[in-house]
């Protein structure tokens, strides 16, 4: 069972970048396909970007360009690089792992229900 913790969060201007860091224990996340999900209030949880076993990985269209999901193997460590952020990216952002057999329909057209583990998320506020 692995347990995730994310944080980097935080609030910035518009065109401005941060990068969240999703940490994992009890397990390797090279077991997992990895992804970011992402809740505004008031809406409901999308995905965001993925990452397979094979490195194959998937974005929403809103973030394709200005995102870019990567690991650390040996810091057993998921991250998302945020870069030209817009008020629209205001959200908690949550980590999971989980297997599926499509990334990219789990990322583009889910609520993440087919990841079992979870983090607490880490808020992302972006002022214009």
């Known amino acids: 069972q692995v347990q995730l913790v994310e944080s980097g969060g935080g609030a910035v201007q518009a065109g401005g970048s941060l990068r969240l860091s999703c940490a994992a224990s009890g397990a390797t996340i090279s077991n997992y396909c990895m992804v970011w999900f992402r809740q505004a209030p008031g809406k409901e949880r999308e995905g965001v970007a993925g990452?397979?076993?094979?490195?194959?990985?998937a974005y929403a269209d809103s973030v394709k360009g200005r995102f870019t999901i990567s690991k650390d193997n040996a810091k057993n460590t998921l991250y998302l690089q945020m870069s030209d952020l817009k008020p629209e990216d205001t959200a908690m952002y949550y980590c999971?792992?989980?297997?599926?057999?499509?990334?990219?329909?789990?990322?583009?057209?889910?609520?993440?229900?087919?990841?079992?583990?979870w983090g607490q998320g880490t808020q992302v506020t972006v002022s214009s």
């Open positions: 999971a792992a989980g297997a599926v057999e499509k990334l990219e329909v789990a990322i583009t057209a889910t609520m993440g229900e087919d990841f079992g583990y």
């Open positions: 990452l397979d076993f094979d490195g194959t990985t």
